[in-house]
């Protein structure tokens, strides 16, 4: 892999859409890393190449291509996640099934121009953080192939650690999006739960699955996110959890820290020193570190698995306990089948101390911004983990096993790279709905360990330029009538108001010809992924101005929270319903501009 070659999905969209790169070559030179790469264990299906590439060529046709978020990214999904064409295995041939259809992330990440090009190999039924469950055989960690590769999203990891793909999707109940990030030297992000569907996903434990993002970068991470997040009525699990920008490191930013004595690195010397120093690198960016009582985390992480959580997974299985127990994995197995000996008292007893639990974690954040904690305390070889399979396993999820039982999002995070060759990672830790920040921080420190990406030795390029942010001006965005040489847009530049960017709404949106004079659009948000990207103008105002631009506005038009391609949300134009019934749905033109200048307007009287 040369240092010419764009490994980052923002290197090889940006490379797509100059025309540096096709695709097609993007695609083919995927299959070409895979072969030579040489490991069966990462992927269990494999999408044809031919296919493969047909698709991207398809797509590069197209006349919306360069403006697509994710315009020709290889895509590798978990296997306990359905996409069309694959079997979904979660790992157990027993369980195989064929989806009738994509699952909702899957969707949105081909909405977005991503290709999928196969299924990855996990510990079955995303059980276990090691990689070692499977009967697809052990992938071998990217960095040191005698180490585990970690789990359960082992295959996805590697994939991307590997530089086979540079963004792939794994699932998260207790660190399953995290621990593999740090053993093969990635980025792992674990959203706030519900901010992804989990429509079309194999549960592990249903009310704390999350679908979880491996990348190189934390910037490649998050526009991943962004383009997935949003609710979806098909998932009962589904919040509405509006994306915020990426946005400089904050002046004041305060990290939890654990008291003197609390940490556990089960003797790893090593990795004791290497988060020493991450502590250290935080503070010479700026960071003010503040002492927090981590023993109530530590009983949050007991109750994951000696509480009646084990139940779920038992639900997911238990059909074919009864029936075909020998096709499950002997750990799997004596894991899953303590869930059927809980009870109701048990749950019950158990929630009631988690929402104890819960109150004193979001004590703990009344004060500081983010938590920092090692990824894992330690790593192991594939040889450790089978001659000790629970216990070792066990102790990968110190610092992971509370996360979804407390609701927080979570990014992991390459810290070093130790003497012996074991990459070492840390995990920033907030609230839910903090994903946005936890990105805006965790970019800056990445980037500044001058950490390699992966474990192939690719440089990392400097970090994007952030959208300016110096003045009061408020941003709006506008659909129709107010764009650059449109019949309103002098209400804009009367107010000197100043165009910022040209951009597309997320795939989240319908546009109407509105029966007005002048002819106006009416942009309405729909279910996410049900819409399309609709072209539109930021211009900024002041605040003074901004208020009698807004003012002005007669209804049925309203300022509403608009959610952009590149997941930030700006104030812009929308719609009120009730005036659609006799208005023209115009979404398939893409934007205002296309129409009128099509003539379509003429149609509308």
Known sequence: MGADQPETIAAIVAAHRAGTLTPAHTIARTYQRIRDHDDPAVFISLRDETDAVAEAEKLAARADAASLPLYGVPVAVKDNIDALGFATTAACPAFSYTPAHDSTAVARLRAAGAIIIGKTNLDQFATGLVGVRSPYGIPKNSVREDLIPGGS??????????????????????????????LNNIVGLKPSLGMISNAGLVPACRTLDCISVFALTVDDAALALSVMAGPDPTDPFSRDRPLGAITPLPASLRLGVPRHGQLIFFGDKKAETAYADALKRWTALGATLVEF?????????????????????????????????DTIHPVTREITAAGARLTAADTFSALYRLQGLRKIAERTFTDIDALVLPTAPTAYTTAQVLANPIELNSRLGTYTNFVNLLDLCGLALPASLRADGIPFGITLLAPAGRDAMLASIGRVFHADTGLSLGAKGIAQAPLAPLPASGSDDIPIAVVGAHLSGMALNGELTALDAKLIEATKTAPDYKLYALKTTPPKPGLLRVAAGTGTSIELEIWSLSPSAFGKFVNAIPAPMAIGTLRLADGRSVKGFLVEPEVLGDARDITAFGGWRKFMAEGASKQVS
């Open 153 to 182: 999203s082992s295959g996805s990891a590697v994939a991307v650690g590997a530089g086979l793909v540079p963004l792939s999707l794994g699932t998260d109940t207790a660190g399953s999006g995290r621990v593999p990030a740090m």
């Open 293 to 325: 009582d981590l023993e109530p985390f530590y009983e949050t992480a007991r109750l994951l698995y000696e509480g009646p959580w084990v139940a779920e997974r038992y639900l997911v299985i238990k059909d074919l306990l009864a029936s075909a127990p």
